[in-house]
């Protein structure tokens, strides 16, 4: 955490870690995700375990958004339709390296 003075700007050097967290941390109180508790659920996932998530057509991308935006290409989302019109389910894993 080096502080740079460049010109008239301080400039921080963080790790992508700490943005993330200053980025979505208890500076954004007041304002959540609709999806943040499947984040929170998904940061506990080990290489053996899957998170299964029931959706609707119309929240599938904003939720893969959300996994890209939040948590960079750390997590997949594969989706599978349930059968009933307009109803997937999700499986969210580890994404490998």
Known sequence: MAKKKAGQFYVE??????AQAEMYGASRTGRSS???SIGRAAERLTGDT???VRLEKKEVQPLR???R???E????LKTASTGKEGAFTGF?????R
């Open 65 to 67: 958004t959300f996994l």
């Open 13 to 18: 050097v963080l790790s992508s870690e700490q």
């Open 69 to 71: 935006k939040r948590f």
């Open 73 to 76: 290409n750390k997590y997949v």
């Open 92 to 96: 969210i894993f580890l994404a490998s």
């Open 34 to 36: 609709k999806y943040d």
């Open 50 to 52: 899957v998170l299964k």
